[in-house]
C-alpha cells in the first residue's frame, strides 16, 4: 500500500493506493462521526463489491447501521433525479449528520455522493471508494463534487472534500479496457500539464500500463495523486492555478454535452480535447508540430481518441465553451501549453485560431 | 442606517438596517466580482420592489448585466423543483461563476437564493435583501440556506455566507400583520435565549412594535442581529452553541411538516414551539410556573399562537422530531431554557417529560 496526504488544514485527508483495500473495514471505521453509513454505488459495481465492503466494516465495527443506494451505472444518470434518490434513501432511513456516506464506484458514483454529503443536513461526512482508474488519479481527490445540468456538466455541485481516499488497485484488473484508456488519459494529463518527468515514463511504460501491470498501475496512481494533491493544497477552491488541471477538459466537455453524457466516455473526451490543446497551443506558437506528435502517439498508444467527433460543428464548440466555469463576463479562457509539462491559463480575445484548430480537426478546413 | 458587522474571517460580511435600503445600488455595485447580477424574488414582493432595485443598481453601475427570476410565494414551494428554476435561469443567461444572485424577499426566497448560489458552478456570490421582518432578524443572518424535503425542513442545504445583508425596514410597513408578528417570535427568541434586558425591552414595547414604530423595529432588529451575529461569529458550522438559536424550532418543525409547509407560517410554529419549550424547562424543574406565564403573555401581546394545532397528535410529534438535525444517533436533542434568557441544549434520555407535555398542549390529558 502507497500512501499520500492531501494537506488542508483541518480538512486534511490521506489517500491510500494498494491492493484488496475494499476488505479494510477498519481503515474506515476510525473516521466515523456516528455508527449510521450509506454506501453508494451503481448496479456494476454494487454486485461485485458491496458484500466484501460491508463484510469488512462489521467485521471492525458491529454495531455499524448499514443502509445501501444503488444507482444507474453511467454518466447519464448524473443529475439531480439521482441525486435526490440519494437524500430520499438518507431521509427515509432517518439519518442525521453524523452519518458518513461511502461513494463505491467510478466518478460518477464519487461527484454524486459527495455532492449528496454536502447539502444533506448541510454537510455530512464521505469516504471516497473508487473502483475506476480515472476516479482514482482524479475525481475522488480533491473534494470536486457535482452533477450535470442538461445545459452543461458539472454545472452544479460543492468543494466538500472526503475524510478519506481508498484506491483499491484490484479493482482495475475487472474494469473494462476502454475505461482504463479512459483513465489513463487523465494520468496522461499531469504528466502534460505539470511533470515533464512522468510524461518521460509514460511513453516508456505505457504498454505494460495498458496490460494491467498492477506494481505499474499503483506507481501511475500515486503520483497522479501526489500531482493532485499538491495542486489542490494549494489552491482549493480553484482561484488559480488548480484550473491548470482542466487541461482538455473544456473542449472535452463540449463533445461530452453535445453528444449526449455517456456516449462518450469523460477520458475520451479529454484525449481528443488535450490533442485540440496542444494543436492550439502550436498555432499560438508556443508548441513544435514534433511536441503535438509525441501527445498523439502518447494518447494512442493509449488506445485514445486523438480527434473529436466529425458530426460535431464549430460553432456547437463555441456555444458549449461559452458557459465554462472558467469563462470570465464573457471571455473564453483555456488551459493551454506553454511547453511539454507546463500548462498555463489562457484568455483568448480573439477566437480564429481556436477556429481554425476546430475546422482542422472536425476534417472541414 | 445601524450597521453591524458579522466577523468570520475572510467571510465577514456588514448587516445594514434602516430606510430605504433597496434603492441603495451604491451599497451593492462594491461588492460585485462580475457584471451578472440574478435577482430573486417572488409574485408579491417582486412588483412592489424590483424596479427600484433595478434603477438603483444601474445608476450606481451602468454596465450591469441583471436578470430576473421570479418565484411563487410561499413556504410550499421551497423545494428542489424551484431551487432548479433559478438554476435553469442562470445557465440559460449563460452566467458564469462571477456572477451574483441577489434575493429579495423573505425566508423563503433567501434560503433558495443562497443555497442555489452555494451550488452554482460550485459557489458563487450573494447578497441579502430581506424584506420581511422574520428574515431581517434571522434568516438573512448566518449563512445557513437550503430547502425542505418532503420528509423534513432545511433537510438539504450549505453553509453559505452573503457578501452583505441590506435591511430595509420601510419594506414592514406594507408587510401584513400576521407575517409581523411571525417575525416578533423570532425576536422574542432572541430575548428568551441569551438576552434577558432584550427580554424586558420587549415587554415594555411590544404595543409599539405591533403598531409598526419603525425606530422601535429598527431597534429590535439591531439587537437582534447583534444576539445572532455574536453566535455565528463563533460557531458558523454549528459545532455547539450556534444550536441554541433553535429554540422553539424542533417542535416548530414538526408543526410545519405535518400541518404542511406554509399553513403555519415559520414564526408562528416557532411561537408554539417557545411555548412547549418553556413548558417542558418548567416540567424538568429549571422554569417557574410564572416564568412559563411570562413567555406566554409576551407570545400572545405579539399576537402569537401559543399552542400547538389541536388536531396533532403526540406521536406525530415525536415521528418528526426524530429526524431533527440536532439529533444523534437517534438520541433526541432539544433546546430548553434554565432560565428566562439562558437556553441549553438538552439530551432527552426519556420521553415520559415530553410527552407529557406534548399531551397537555393538545388538550388531551
Known amino acids: 500500500m502507497q500512501s499520500l496526504q492531501l494537506d488542508l488544514g483541518d480538512r ?28 453508494v454505488t451503481n448496479t456494476t459495481v454494487g454486485p461485485i463489491y458491496l ?13 455499524l447501521e448499514i443502509e445501501i443506494c444503488i444507482l444507474p451505472d453511467g454518466e447519464a444518470y448524473k443529475d439531480i433525479a439521482h441525486l435526490e434518490k440519494i437524500w430520499n434513501r438518507l431521509l427515509e432511513a432517518g439519518f442525521n449528520r453524523k452519518a458518513t ?19 444533506y443536513q448541510r454537510g455530512v461526512n464521505f469516504i471516497q471508494l473508487p473502483t ?12 470536486k463534487t457535482g452533477v450535470n445540468h442538461p445545459l452543461g456538466k458539472n454545472m452544479l455541485g460543492a468543494f466538500w472534500q472526503p475524510r478519506l481516499v481508498l484506491a483499491d488497485t484490484s479493482s482495475l484488473q475487472t474494469l473494462p479496457k476502454r475505461e482504463l484508456a479512459a483513465g489513463m488519459a487523465e494520468v496522461i494529463k499531469y504528466g502534460l500539464l505539470g511533470d515533464s ?36 493544497a494549494e489552491d482549493e477552491r480553484e482561484a488559480g492555478q488548480r484550473a491548470l488541471l482542466n487541461l482538455g477538459h473544456t473542449f472535452g466537455h463540449a463533445i461530452e454535452t453535445e453528444m449526449g453524457y455517456g456516449q462518450w466516455l469523460h477520458g475520451e473526451a479529454v484525449a481528443a480535447g488535450m490533442w ?36 460535431m460543428t464549430v460553432d456547437q464548440f463555441l456555444k458549449h465553451m461559452a458557459v465554462d466555469k472558467k469563462n470570465i463576463d464573457g471571455q473564453l479562457r483555456l488551459v493551454l501549453l506553454e511547453h511539454l509539462g507546463k500548462a498555463k491559463l489562457h484568455s483568448l480575445t480573439e477566437l480564429e485560431e481556436l477556429k481554425a484548430c476546430l475546422n482542422s480537426a472536425l476534417g472541414k478546413a
Open 276 to 311: 485540440l490543446a496542444a494543436d492550439l497551443s502550436r498555432r499560438l506558437g508556443w508548441l513544435e508540430a514534433s511536441d503535438c506528435e509525441r501527445v498523439e502517439k502518447l494518447l494512442k498508444a493509449a488506445q485514445l481518441p486523438v480527434r473529436p467527433p466529425k458530426e
Open 101 to 119: 456516506l461511502l461513494a463505491l464506484g467510478g466518478g460518477v458514483i464519487g461527484d454524486m455522493s459527495g455532492f449528496a454529503a454536502a447539502c
Open 51 to 63: 458484500e466484501t465492503l460491508k463484510a469488512g466494516l462489521l467485521e471492525s465495527r458491529a454495531d
Open 197 to 232: 518527468e512522468l510524461l518521460l515514463w509514460l511513453e516508456t511504460h505505457i504498454q505494460g500500463l495498458m496490460q494491467g501491470d498492477e506494481q505499474l498501475l499503483t506507481e501511475a496512481i500515486a503520483r497522479s495523486c501526489q500531482c493532485k494533491a499538491t495542486i489542490v
Open 12 to 39: 486534511s485527508y490521506a489517500i491510500h493506493i494498494g491492493s484488496k483495500l475494499i476488505s479494510r473495514g477498519d481503515l474506515i471505521t476510525p473516521l466515523l462521526e456516528g455508527k449510521q453509513i450509506l454506501i
Open 132 to 143: 475506476t482508474l480515472l476516479s482514482q488519479v482524479d475525481s475522488s481527490v480533491g473534494g
